[in-house]
Nanobody, 127 residues
Framework: EVQLVESGGGLVHAGGSLRLQCAAS????????IAWFRQSPGKAREAVSC????????YYSDSVKGRFTISSDNAQSTAYLQMNSLKPEDTAVYYC????????????????????WGQGTQVTVSS
């Protein structure tokens, strides 16, 4: 079964840290791009970060650059999002998304590029 399963969300005070995990199965992880998106009530889904699991290249939105770090363990078919210096505005449901690239280019920040989605994990940052 093709799936992504997120874990690691929770409640943290501003300035704290969390690490999200995205476990993949059923597709070729090391030929994929894995991204994190987030959505809070009343707002559009926002691209946060992405990793090309084939070459390790990473991408970040301006809002999280310098605070969040994305990584992957290809042997475990798992991606991680280390979130430091969290702010109340980081509060959202975080979704893991994947697409098998097969060598093609893609727009990392475009949700429509991804055809595999996790169920989401809630991150709440209190002030």
């Amino acid at each position: 079964e093709v799936q992504l399963v997120e874990s690691g969300g929770g409640l943290v005070h501003a300035g704290g840290s969390l690490r999200l995990q995205c476990a993949a199965s059923g597709f070729t992880f090391d030929d994929s791009a894995i991204a994190w998106f987030r959505q809070s009530p009343g707002k559009a889904r926002e691209a946060v970060s992405c990793i090309n699991a084939r070459n390790g290249r990473t991408y970040y939105s301006d809002s999280v650059k310098g605070r969040f770090t994305i990584s992957s363990d290809n042997a475990q078919s798992t991606a991680y999002l280390q979130m430091n210096s969290l702010k109340p505005e980081d509060t959202a449901v975080y979704y893991c998304a994947g697409v098998v690239l097969g060598g093609r280019a893609w727009l990392w920040g475009l949700a429509q590029e991804y055809d595999i989605w996790g169920q989401g994990t809630q991150v709440t940052v209190s002030s």
